[in-house]
């Protein structure tokens, strides 16, 4: 399968305007630092990416101006959620047929349930599409959780299933998922403040969060990581793992694209039912962001 499963893939936030539009200006603007960065793909439309507040033909949209600003320097690997296994089903074939070169499909939104309904779901979404697939596993957010057996279960059925975007925050599920799997399934960490355990545990690639404001940082830690460099990275990732955390909170949204304000890579603007930070949340997260960048590290080279 693809290789760009084996690198560092933003989580990419949907910047909005005043008025709660998609930003698509800036969206290509921030699409094109993230590869230049050195990323692999980037991934719209996941949870990072509001993709729940946004209508099928604003996510349409988001994925022409994404595929068109990465100009195939790399992936274009597109969230699919839906509420309904149909609707889901329709976004998967809407990615492929607007050039897509991957998916990352979600368990359904809401409903959460056994082994033979999810397996359901995601092999009928798998299944309506030639294009590579990375399962996402978060049980912690969506209350369904693939076990290493199911997911070999899913690769027996699927050939075009070719990874896993492993969020369980059980750096364990990495051994587990190689000791059932090989190499037949490439692994991505999914959750930021867990990548060195992860590399070190067998994963591949990174579906990254906070790559969205600190994208150098983030290549340089994940390159060390995959070196095999852990004494040399050991200081990046100690500066970096307060802000890492902020991937791993309900509120991960909205601190990431504060952290993204702050250091003029977008603007706090979410989607209602989310508000921007207040009060004593907002206070705690700037003191953290300018913690970090008061102490930002000059970077090795790797």
């Not at 949907?14 to 008025?19: G, M, S, W």
């Not at 027996?156 to 299933?161: E, S």
């Not at 793992?241 to 991937?247: E, G, Q, T």
Request: proline share 5%; charged share 15%.
């Amino acid at each position: 399968m693809s290789n760009f499963w084996q690198g560092v893939l933003p989580a990419i936030t949907t910047p909005f305007l005043d008025n709660g539009e998609v930003d698509h200006g800036f969206l290509a603007h921030h699409v094109n630092l993230m590869m230049e960065a050195g990323c692999t793909g980037i991934v719209p439309l996941g949870s990072l990416g509001e993709t729940a507040t946004l209508s099928f033909d604003e996510k349409r949209a988001v994925l022409r101006t994404a595929v068109r600003a990465v100009a195939g320097r790399g992936a274009v690997v597109s969230g699919v959620a839906a509420l309904a296994t149909a609707d889901a089903v329709r976004l998967a074939q809407m990615a492929e047929a607007e050039n897509c070169q991957g998916l990352m499909v979600l368990p359904p939104y809401v409903y959460s349930t056994d082994w033979r309904e999810m397996k359901a779901h995601v092999s009928a979404v798998i299944a309506s599409t030639n294009l590579p697939c990375m399962l996402y596993n978060n049980p912690v957010a969506y209350r369904t959780d693939f076990t290493a057996q199911q997911m070999q279960e899913l690769a027996a059925i699927h050939p075009n299933l070719a990874a896993v975007k492993e969020s369980s925050t059980d750096v364990r599920r990495i051994a587990a998922i190689r000791s059932a799997l090989g190499a037949r399934l490439q692994i991505l960490v999914g959750v930021d403040d867990l990548i060195v355990e992860g590399i070190a545990a067998g994963a591949t690639g990174w579906v990254a969060g906070l790559v969205n404001a600190f994208p150098a940082e983030t290549m340089t830690l994940f390159k060390l990581a995959r070196a095999g460099r852990w004494e040399e990275l050991q200081p990046l990732y100690h500066w970096f793992l307060p802000l890492l955390r902020m991937d791993v909170v309900p509120k991960f949204v909205q601190l990431i694209k504060l952290a993204q304000s702050r250091v003029q890579m977008g603007s706090q603007a979410v989607r209602a039912p989310r508000l921007v930070l207040a009060g004593d949340e907002l206070a705690q997260a700037e003191a953290v962001i300018t913690a970090a960048l008061a102490s930002r590290p000059v970077l090795p080279t790797v």
